[in-house]
């Protein structure tokens, strides 16, 4: 009887035995995996911010290529109609991912309607190029939908083995490894907290009006993008979710693509959908193509303000869509805090790519609380009326040509800085930065952002909210020179 006993205990040990080395090997592969897959704003992050919004909060799915995450704005559709959207998509996403993100999606979310960006239609592969891969399936749970989206995306058995376990994914990264690669944000926690999937372009590309014939007769796609296309419109109805189709604005567009899309319109009425073409709405939008487009296929942080705005409008008259705005609960939080970051990373930019002295005086001017202006006085003996003035208001003086005084303005009240026996006037620490006043210059994680090529007046503008440094610049009478060393 001993014996027995003895034989079972040890059979008990050997078993806890084999779990816990079990426990400690996922321990060690979710480690692995967490460092090693390829962390994206385009596709893997996005959808596992996805997988962190709370259950039945977002009211509008969007789905598609980077057009949705370039071109739709979740900041604009929040703020001007109270929508609380997301974007999941990667870039050149083909139907078949589109197809298994929202079977994915509607695990957690019953979203009041389905936006679909069919840029797809004009794409002419059957399987997916490797990054392309990478961007639209990394960021999804291992489940059905993610073995069925790789299996749709490559074209052999090994293929389907290699997405699945990512191994020669992460074999390639190891060289590659950051400090920010243990980050699940990339460092950027401002934007992931709230992040709804969509990023503001910024930056400005000259652009002309694509001309192209509004008759040009129908295209098929290729016959598997089809059967994905008419795979998420049946699905949809099927759920009873709402869907419409879009195309947005493109200054690549013409004759070829217009014909595909012309297609995909037929088969989207064959089915009672709705399908907008919004390259036949430039005027309306009022998209002006010297000033909206970042590059020829995506709108800019100014291009897609105004195609959305127009876009949710047709949303709002044609569909059934609550104002969230206002809600007490706390559920939509986060949109207002998205919207927010969204317009101040806007703002940063345009304070950025200010150069006349009277329109940076006026951006200052109308910055909020949000922001602290660091003044170094340096060489004054030449500066411009406005600029004096915009001292004067704020309570400095300029007697003295030569000047070694610092002053913090925040909130419309100015600080006198005081340097300690160390000639530290200000520091702080705010996320992964360090930032610095002292008597040898401004430093932001090591870089002094006074330079040393110019002297006059320089002005650093600190954005808190962000937790980043939104410009810094010298300005010599009537110039301002953006400091970049």
Known sequence: MKTVVMNILKSIKNVVRVIAFLLLVAILLETWNMWLHKKSYDGSLMMETFYAQPENSIDMLIVGSSHTFVDMNTGVLWDEFGIPSFVIGGSLQPFWNSYYYIREALKTQTPNLIVLEALACDLDYDFSEHGTIINNVSGMHMNMNKL???????????????????????????????????????????????????????????????????????????????????????????????????????????DLSRAHYLYAGQIAEEYGVEFIDFNEYYDEIGIDFAYDFGDIGHLNYSGNRKFTSFMGEYIEEHFDMPDRRGDETGLYDSWDENYRYLETRVDNYILYKTFDLDDYINHLTSLNDDYEIFIALTDVSMMSESLITYLNVHGIQCERPYDSRRYLIQGGNTTVLEADENGLYYDKVAGN?????????????????????????????????????????????????????
């Open 148 to 254: 069925e989206s790789i299996r749709a995306s490559v074209s052999d058995t090994d293929g389907i083995i290699d997405y699945s376990l990512l191994f020669e994914e992460y074999h390639n990264r190891y060289s590659e490894l950051t400090i920010t690669d243990v980050a699940s944000d990339l460092g950027d926690s401002i934007r992931t907290d709230n992040w709804k999937g969509f990023y503001d372009y910024l930056h400005t590309d000259f652009m002309t009006e694509p001309q192209f014939d509004m008759d040009v007769d129908p295209i098929p796609m290729t016959n598997k993008m089809e059967y994905y296309y008419r795979q998420i419109i049946e699905y949809c109805q099927e759920v009873g979710i709402p869907l419409v189709i879009v195309v947005s604005p493109d200054a690549g567009y013409n």
């Open 433 to 485: 930065h360090y930032f610095a006043l002292t008597t040898d210059g401004c430093f932001y994680d090591g870089w002094n952002l006074m330079g040393t090529n110019h002297q006059g007046v320089f002005i650093v503008v600190y954005d808190n909210y962000n937790q980043m440094v939104a410009d810094n610049v010298c300005i010599y009478y009537e110039e301002v020179w953006k400091v970049d060393d």
